[in-house]
Nanobody, 129 residues
C-alpha cells in the first residue's frame, strides 16, 4: 500500500521552530517530486514548498521564503520541512504530497494542491502564545 505519513507537528510559540517529516512506505520516493502544502481553517490548501526528485531544485512560496527549508533523504525514503521563525499565520494542517510527473517549480505550488498523486493525512501546526 502506497502511503505518506507526516509527523512533527505540534504547538509552538511565535518565533519557535519545528521540523516536519514525510515518510513514504510502499514505494520509493527517489523518482518523485515532493511538495509541502498547508491548509488553515477556512482557507484553501496552498503550496508552500517543493523539492525535485534529486533534491537539486527547491522552490518556496513568498510567505515562507527565508524561514522554511525543504530537504529530502532518499536513503531514508523521507522528506523534511524545517520551519523557523514561526508566526501565528503559519497555523495550519501541513500535508506532504508526491508525484512522479510533476517537476518542482512555482507551477507545482499553484496546481499541485489538486493534482498530485499521493498525499499524507496531514499534521497540525499551531503557533500561539
Amino acid at each position: 500500500q502506497l502511503q505518506l505519513v507526516e509527523s512533527g507537528g505540534g504547538l509552538v510559540q511565535p518565533g519557535g521552530s519545528l521540523r516536519l517529516s514525510c515518510a513514504a512506505s510502499g514505494f520509493t520516493l527517489d523518482s518523485y517530486a515532493i511538495g509541502w502544502f498547508r491548509q488553515a481553517p477556512g482557507k484553501e490548501r496552498e503550496g508552500i514548498s517543493c523539492i525535485s526528485f534529486s533534491g537539486g531544485t527547491t522552490v518556496y512560496a513568498d510567505s515562507v521564503k527565508g524561514r522554511f527549508t525543504i530537504s529530502r533523504d532518499n536513503d531514508r525514503n523521507t522528506a523534511y520541512l524545517q520551519m523557523n521563525s514561526l508566526e501565528p499565520d503559519d497555523t495550519a494542517v501541513y500535508y506532504c504530497a508526491a508525484d512522479e510527473d510533476f517537476y518542482c517549480s512555482s507551477v507545482l505550488l499553484i496546481v499541485g494542491a489538486s493534482a498530485m498523486d499521493y498525499w499524507g493525512k496531514g499534521t497540525l501546526v499551531t503557533v500561539s502564545e
